[in-house]
């Protein structure tokens, strides 16, 4: 883990100072570098605002000792939300979050900058660049469109055809885009596709004459003011009219949150302020407000590589609002703010202010948010008369083929399976009786054999469950339970000291993601329970859990121990569960059965009963 630069490092040559800038490869990035380094101040004032930056040291230190070809080098800023706070309140006028861009895109470049934790923020975005989710729609004479984003219409989509149909009022040829900007990409440094996606969007709307484009998220807003090139971009809350407020005006006040995607656009700030004033609702700064405002703990994924510091920004931001109800413009600042304090979308509180300012609104989640944007996608195709439209199919890389190829491989060999076994007249060990007998016949060797395996699988990062549900069929409810969690916790165990002993190097490189050092830290923190709440919360893959462990520094004897009993429950449920599986398939549903399914139940809801009682007692997790 990288750590704070001592004093006497601080303080070193110049020429050691600038010295990691020589190793990297983007020429920009070497100039970042260089600059930090020599013009930071070590003032420590974004330091005490920043818990990324309290953790790893100021923007100086880390630009003089950043090596890029580390592992440690490489992950380091993707757990910076990129909120540019630190540019905000720097007196030298630097612009560290430009720094820490410019170093993710290094670890891209290099290969290093691809996490399985950030799988989820790119799948939610090739899904808003598809054909299924897009349609343009621009009426004769257009120059003007609305462009939503993601969340909004997925969370509330009556409130984007509201908007789109208030707007129309004052511009009768307003177009709609319904599509994704790319921030995601491009926040996670992967710049090629996300400047081939947006441009093309980008080159289409021009072609057709369209000039301005009217965002209703802060972080599209960004995207369209840095690569918009002839297309101007306002939000829509310097559009939208302000209403006069009402004669018996609310005594109720809010705080304004403002996100900090638009930290720096002065104009949208105030006219949330308006909007809100003229709904009859005081408005007031918090704390953090305007340029200093704080990031809701979800900018540019550092949540999915850091929950613990994605945890302090939100932590900090509801402490601030306390009691007290926060009216943001941004449809993902609005849900990750509501999970810890009153926060409501200033569209919420323009179209029906007391019903949002008493929590009453309801919010779409997924998957229902994603049905919800198809719904509104087919409306604007209905309702509104366009002279040009189209849904997306531009890809900056090829997809990847092969996905319905394996399902059909595979759908050919189970089915080739099922022939083989009624040609044969196999069918016959479809009883459950007669296939244990056929089983038992072989003494000793069948467990054997089977122990073996189990125990060879998690060394080879071989799936578990086929292997246990086998254990149930061959075995029966009690002995399969007896011979795979001991071939399990073997397994485990053989796992942990390979790592320690014999292939630490080849770990090290699997184990790239922070949420391992996270793994490495909790055990220094509270030994065997990290093992017990892991093997009960599956957090982590099962086969590479096992390896994490042996890089840590808890014994062998209290792994083993916390391994076999916290596994147990699982075990159990699986295994009384596929003990009857047999007689499902022949269209019988015995006792052991129900009793196994209510087992898998119970066992799958471990996870939801452990956060409800964390969050009633205000814990948190080990990890």
Not at 12 to 35: D, F, T, Y
Not at 353 to 362: D, F, M, V
Request: charge should be positive.
């Amino acid at each position: 883990m990288l750590k704070r630069m001592s004093d006497s490092r601080k303080n070193g040559s110049a020429k050691e100072a600038v010295a990691p800038a020589a190793q990297a490869v983007r020429p920009a990035l070497r100039g970042l570098l260089a600059a930090m380094a020599a013009d930071c101040k070590d003032c420590n004032l974004c330091v005490e605002e920043c818990g990324f930056l309290e953790k790893y040291g100021t923007p100086g230190e880390i630009a003089r000792r950043y090596d890029p070809s580390s592992a440690e080098g490489q992950i380091l800023p993707f757990e910076c939300s990129l909120c540019s706070l630190c540019d905000a309140v720097c007196p030298a006028g630097l612009a560290p979050r430009n720094l820490f861009m410019e170093m993710r895109r290094e670890s891209a470049d290099r290969g290093k900058g691809a996490f399985p934790e950030h799988e989820g923020l790119l799948a939610y975005e090739r899904r808003g660049m598809s054909r299924r989710f897009t349609w343009y729609g621009l009426p004769e004479g257009c120059r003007a469109v609305l462009f939503p984003g993601c969340a909004l219409p997925g969370t509330r989509p009556e409130r984007t055809w509201e908007l789109f149909e208030t707007l129309r009022g004052n511009e009768p040829s307003l177009g709609i885009v319904l599509d994704c900007c790319g921030r995601i990409s491009g926040d996670l440094g992967r710049e090629a596709q996300c400047t081939a996606m947006f441009s093309e969007m980008r080159d289409w709307l021009l072609e057709r004459g369209v000039r301005e484009v009217l965002v209703a998220c802060p972080n599209c807003h960004d995207m369209f003011r840095e690569h918009g090139g002839g297309l101007a971009v306002r939000t829509v809350y310097e559009v939208l009219p302000v209403a006069e407020p009402p004669a018996m005006a609310s005594n109720s006040g809010v705080l304004v949150h403002d996100p900090c995607g638009i930290r720096f656009h002065g104009a949208a700030h105030d006219a949330v302020r308006r909007l809100v004033a003229g709904a009859g609702i005081r408005p007031a700064d918090m704390e953090h407000a305007r340029e200093r405002t704080l990031c809701c703990g979800n900018g540019a994924g550092a949540d999915c590589l850091s929950p613990e510091l994605s945890g302090r920004w939100a932590g900090r931001a509801a402490a601030e609002i306390g009691n007290r109800t926060a009216v943001t413009y941004c449809a993902g600042c609005a849900g990750r703010l509501g999970e810890r304090s009153p926060a409501v979308h200033v569209l919420d509180v323009l179209r029906e202010p007391e019903q949002a300012l008493a929590g009453k609104i309801r919010i779409a989640k997924a998957p229902f948010t994603y049905l919800n944007r198809l719904r509104l996608k087919n409306r604007f195709r209905k309702e509104l008369p366009v002279a040009a439209s189209r849904e997306r199919t531009f890809r900056a890389a090829p997809e990847k083929k092969g996905g319905w190829a394996l399902r059909l491989l595979l759908l050919a060999v189970l089915v080739g399976a099922i022939a083989a076994i009624r040609l044969t007249g196999a069918t016959r060990y479809l009883d459950q009786d007669a296939l244990r007998g056929l089983i038992a016949g072989y003494g000793i060797l069948a467990p054997a054999l089977y122990m073996l395996i189990y125990t060879v699988a998690p060394a080879l990062l071989l799936p578990g469950l086929p292997l246990t549900i086998a254990g149930g069929i061959l075995f029966g409810p009690f002995w399969g339970v007896v011979y795979t969690i001991t071939s399990a916790t073997a397994g485990a165990c053989l796992a942990f000291l390979v790592a320690r002993y014999l292939a630490r190097d080849w770990v090290e490189k699997k184990l790239r993601s922070p949420r391992w050092r996270r793994l490495d830290e909790g055990v220094e923190r509270h030994g065997w329970k990290v093992v017990a709440f892991t093997r009960l919360i599956p957090l982590f893959p099962f086969n590479l859990l096992n390896y994490a462990f042996g890089m840590t520094k808890i014994r062998f004897w209290p792994y083993a121990v916390a391994t076999f009993l916290c596994m147990l429950p699982a075990t159990v449920a699986y295994i009384v569960f596929s003990s009857s599986l047999l007689d499902l398939i022949r269209g019988k549903v015995s006792t052991t059965l129900v009793v196994g399914i209510g087992l898998v139940v119970l066992v799958s809801l471990i996870p939801v009963f452990w956060r409800r009682w964390q969050a009633g007692r205000g814990g948190r997790d080990p990890l």
